[in-house]
């Protein structure tokens, strides 16, 4: 099974460029190309979070119409700067995504990895949290398939990265808890977040828990103190998760032009 992972889309509508500089709807197009491209084809893509940058209606329905270029099935997640009920209006069709719970949360059971999605949003607010009752639900759904291998999807990364101003707006609730329900359920085997615009790997849990990089802008490489938040408009990317003889490995990629492939002979 191939699984390719996409996040922080940020979308806006043609030429409403976000912070004066970014197109993020520019951005879409390439990396759907590249991954509509990618052979052997992936199964699924996973989008998890900052669907939208404002998430205004108009916003959810560019970026709908932006994925039905891409050729594979996709499910999505919100971030920080999404609107649960924007989304859910967007993509009536996406079952998975509705439901009476204010969280969108959600398993997927069809493929050899199971796929379970949490909900860290925290309505207009940029850090995310994971409360009783959707820690609750993950327990519970692993409870269920306790031997199945296992992705834990979410927005926020529950470690700490080292650039300090995305940690004041991480998970600030929650982590702790759910580490230790990874920690009683070996097969977890990732825990796939965005919310950081670069990748990133901690160990957690017994599993390992990472980031991936943006379609559009990146965060700079800034640890430690500093002033303020910095993007920068390194080249995007995506990972892609293969799940092969009971192990996942993971790919980085970045999307764009570059010279070659050439052969080493
Ligand atoms: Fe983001």
């Known amino acids: 099974m191939l699984i390719a992972q996409i996040t922080d889309l940020h979308m806006r509508t043609p030429g409403d460029k976000a912070y004066g500089i970014i197109d993020p709807a520019a951005f879409l197009g390439p990396a759907v190309r590249a991954l509509n491209a990618l052979s052997p084809r992936p199964d699924c893509v996973l989008i998890t979070g900052d669907l939208t940058d404002l998430g205004r209606p108009h916003e959810y329905a560019h970026l709908r119409a932006q994925l039905q270029a891409l050729e594979m099935p996709y499910f999505l997640l919100p971030g920080n700067h999404d609107d649960r009920a924007g989304l859910r209006a967007a993509f009536p069709d996406h079952a998975y995504l509705q439901g009476a719970s204010p969280f969108i949360q959600y398993s997927v059971d069809t493929y050899p990895l199971r796929?379970?999605?949490?909900?860290?949003?925290?309505?207009?607010?940029?850090?995310?949290?994971?409360?009783?009752?959707?820690?609750?639900?993950?327990?519970?759904?692993?409870?269920?398939?306790?031997?199945?291998?296992?992705?834990?999807?979410?927005?926020?990364?529950?470690?700490?990265?080292?650039?300090?101003?995305?940690?004041?707006?991480?998970?600030?609730?929650?982590?702790?808890?759910?580490?230790?329900?990874?920690?009683?359920?070996?097969?977890?085997?990732?825990?796939?977040?965005?919310?950081?615009?670069?990748?990133?790997?901690?160990?957690?849990?017994?599993?390992?828990?990472?980031?991936?990089?943006?379609?559009?802008?990146?965060?700079?490489?800034?640890?430690?103190?500093?002033?303020?938040?910095?993007?920068?408009?390194?080249?995007?990317g995506y990972q892609l998760h293969w799940w092969n003889d009971g192990r996942l490995v993971t790919h980085h990629a970045v999307i764009g032009e570059y010279p070659g492939p050439y052969p080493f002979a």
């Open 115 to 236: 796929l379970l999605a949490l909900d860290t949003v925290v309505p207009m607010k940029s850090h995310g949290e994971l409360c009783g009752e959707r820690l609750a639900w993950l327990e519970q759904q692993l409870a269920q398939q306790p031997g199945r291998p296992t992705l834990v999807l979410m927005h926020h990364p529950p470690f700490l990265t080292g650039i300090e101003h995305m940690d004041a707006i991480g998970l600030l609730a929650g982590a702790p808890e759910l580490e230790r329900i990874v920690s009683r359920h070996p097969n977890v085997e990732r825990v796939l977040c965005g919310h950081l615009h670069r990748t990133i790997f901690q160990r957690f849990g017994g599993t390992i828990a990472s980031t991936c990089p943006g379609t559009a802008h990146q965060l700079a490489l800034e640890l430690g103190p500093r002033p303020t938040l910095q993007y920068i408009m390194e080249p995007p």
